[in-house]
Structure formats: structure tokens, C-alpha cells
């Protein structure tokens, strides 16, 4: 027969054991779901340093771009402020240019101007006709030479072909001495100033005989 008192202990044991693993059991229920609320407030925090890490670094991006914008327009309107004065200066040279561009050719004239007064009074009280004559052909090569100084040069013609880039044909005279399209006669004579014709030469060209 069962002893009765040791049964009884037997269930005070096991009850107290029985409180014991349910103390241990809630223990580790409180550990866990204080350990879940750290993992939470960790994240959290985790989550907040990111943001605040990000937050700041769109401010410097902001501050790159406005910086490159400024420098860019910085740039844009001193391109068009030189460009303004450029386009400014242009113009003025082009108004000088128009005003005073012949003042060049106009003082070398003067120099022939000042010959043919000179000859105009030589020639007031002289009845030589080779005096005259004289005169004319000193103060037409000081002409002459002053224009070559500025460029001018006469087209040559005579004995030379035929070039409509230099000559124009107002005559045509039928030769056997002289080769086809060679010039016989000058009519006008034709300048250059340079490689520009000013006025082409007026000449008479030979043909073939029929």
C-alpha cells in the first residue's frame, strides 16, 4: 500500500516544480520581449542615423550644381559683354575705314597736285612749245609714279593674246603678219590695282585672213 504522505510530498514537489518552470518560462518570455523592443528601438535608431546621414548629403549636391550654374553664367555674360564690345569696336573701324581710307592715296596726290601748280606758274610767261611740252611729261611721270607706289599698274596690250579677263575686243582686224587673237592697237589703256582689274584695255585684235 502506497504511503500516503509520500505521495502527498511527491505533489507538493512536482507543483513546485511546475511554478518553477512557469516562473522560468515567463523570465523568458519578459527576456525575449524586452530583447525584441531593443532589436526595435536598435533599428530605429539604425534608421534614423541613415536618415540623417542622407538627409545632409543632398544639401552639398544642391550647393555643386548652383555653384557650376553661377560659374556657367558667370562665363555666359562676360562672353557677351566682350562680344558686345567687340562687335562695337568693328563698327567704328568700319566708320573710320569709310571716312579716312582714302587719306593715304589723297596725300600722295598732293604731291602731283603741288608739280602741276608749279608747272601752271613755269609756264605763264614762256612761248617754247618743247618748254611746255617739258612740264606736261615731268608732272605726268610724277603722276604716274605716284599711283605705282599706291598699286596702280597699267595692263599691258600690245604684241600681247587676246585675254578677256584683262582686255576688251572693240575691234577685230583681219592680218597676216600678226598671229590670230594677238592685240595689234591699244584704243584705252586698262589698269590693275593689285590682282583687281580696275578697267580693262580697249584693244584692236588681229584675225585670219579670209
Not at 4 to 31: L, M, R, V, W, Y
Not at 49 to 78: C, F, G, H, M
Not at 180 to 191: C, D, M, P
Request: glycine content about 4%; overall charge negative.
Amino acid at each position: 500500500m502506497e504511503n500516503p504522505f509520500k505521495k502527498a510530498f511527491n505533489g507538493a514537489k512536482d507543483t513546485e516544480q511546475n511554478d518553477e518552470k512557469k516562473h522560468i518560462e515567463i523570465e523568458d518570455s519578459e527576456e525575449e520581449t524586452e530583447a525584441a523592443e531593443n532589436t526595435e528601438q536598435t533599428e530605429e535608431i539604425s534608421e534614423e542615423e541613415v536618415t540623417a546621414d542622407e538627409e545632409p548629403s543632398e544639401e552639398p549636391e544642391k550647393n555643386e550644381w548652383q555653384e557650376k550654374y553661377e560659374k556657367l553664367n558667370d562665363q555666359y555674360i562676360r562672353l557677351a559683354a566682350d562680344f558686345d564690345n567687340f562687335r562695337k569696336r568693328q563698327a567704328q573701324e568700319r566708320e573710320s575705314l569709310l571716312k579716312y581710307g582714302a587719306e593715304s592715296t589723297v596725300s600722295k596726290l598732293l604731291e602731283v597736285m603741288d608739280n602741276f601748280e608749279r608747272g601752271l606758274k613755269a609756264i605763264e610767261t614762256v612761248d617754247d612749245c618743247d618748254k611746255v611740252k617739258e612740264c606736261y611729261n615731268l608732272a605726268y611721270k610724277n603722276f604716274y609714279d605716284v599711283m605705282s607706289k599706291i598699286g596702280l599698274e597699267a595692263i599691258k596690250a600690245i604684241g600681247e593674246e587676246f585675254d578677256p579677263n584683262l582686255h576688251e575686243a572693240v575691234m577685230q582686224t583681219p592680218s597676216s603678219d600678226k598671229p590670230e587673237h594677238t592685240i595689234v592697237a591699244e584704243l584705252q589703256k586698262g589698269y590693275k590695282l593689285g590682282d583687281k582689274v580696275l578697267r580693262p584695255t580697249l584693244v584692236n585684235v588681229a584675225t585670219a585672213e579670209e
